[in-house]
Nanobody
């Protein structure tokens, strides 16, 4: 499975961005999907995950209530709507695909996209 993330950019604090991840080369609907992020000098951290049907999502406490993850199995895409962005949300965001439901652990994900930069200015 190949994953291509897009939608990153520069936004002011309090603003919104929508990230998208397009999948190809596999049966997208079989995979659990996740978003992770990595800020400079920090470990990669879990942001959100959605199950194969889109019926269940799990969010990191740091983004709960601000970010919404969704998927469209007909289009092989998964999105991350990010609202009320904070400076501390600045990071490279990665989408990932795996087989373990609702996992927040990076090792549970087999396939990774190349990342898209999100920069939130104060």
């Amino acid at each position: 499975v190949q994953l291509q993330a897009s939608g990153g950019g520069l936004v002011q604090a309090g603003g919104s961005l929508r990230l998208s991840c397009a999948a190809s080369g596999g049966t997208f609907s079989l995979y659990e999907m996740g978003w992770f992020r990595q800020a400079p000098g920090k470990e990669r951290e879990f942001v959100a995950t959605i199950n194969w049907s889109g019926g269940k999502t799990v969010y990191a406490d740091s983004v709960k209530g601000r970010f919404t993850m969704s998927r469209d199995n007909a289009k092989n895409t998964v999105d991350l709507q990010m609202n009320s962005l904070k400076v501390e949300d600045t990071a490279v965001y990665y989408c990932a695909a795996g087989a373990t439901p609702w996992s927040s652990g990076a090792p549970s994900y087999t396939y990774w996209g190349q990342g898209t930069q999100v920069t939130v200015s104060s």
